[in-house]
């Protein structure tokens, strides 16, 4: 089987971002980004509800197809949702149709190593995903300070790696857990709110680019590097006025 990332642990700083569409996909294939993400994250900042647990297949699949028609060669990974892998059939048939949406590879939430064996068995790349999991998460916080949870956290890890998996996202846990396990597991851990250890980094596209979910505390972790929401603002400001006053349309942009 192909295995996605294969030879990138230690080598360099693997950069996986979120894409739920075809633009974004375009613009993000066009630079060193190593996968795209089509996260269950786009129920909060797609859709607009307070928490990911309302994302089903068809939104995944839908996303996933408009990602896959911009990504170029860049891997697509596409977030399976709550529901979508309880068992190993269900979570192999829903993988497939992930993968016939335009996906190279599947993530899921949680420690199912049975789940992780019964897609490397279809040859299906899958990602595992550890820590903080907001489908089954009460609120949002750091897993793993307590040495009982780190210990389980470590152990979970390599599970999953036995189980195949190609990389694992850990999300909100303490650095040096992160370095611990980065460390202990032969594929490349990707950190988001977990350190600068991890082999790599993620971040949801909106939140990087400064698009507001409109939440009143933000996790620590994320870093605005772009002010998008008000460029949008502005932008859309300026095409009000200039219609008001009637400067537009004007000459250059009329049909005579
Ligand atoms: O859904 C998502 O965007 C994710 C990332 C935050 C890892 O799972």
New binding site residues.
Partial sequence: MTKLLDGLKSKKKII?L?AYDFQMARILQSLSVDLL?V????GVVFQGHTS?KHVTMDDICYHTTAVSRGAGIVPVIA?MPIGSFGDPKTAVSNAKLCIDAGASGV?F?GYFPEIAAALTAENIPVMG?LGLL?QTAEKYHVVGKAAEEADAMISHALGLCDAGVFAI?F?CIPENLAKTITAAIPVPS?G?GAGKYCDGQ???INDLLGLDRGESHPPKFRKQYADIGNTIANAVNMFITEVDEERYPDDGHTYH
Avoid: F, N, R
């Avoid at 996260?39 to 786009?42: A, H, K, R, W």
């Fill in positions: 996986m979120t993400l996260g269950d994250s786009l990911t977030d993530k939430e995903h907001p996202v999300e990707i988001i993620v971040l949801v």
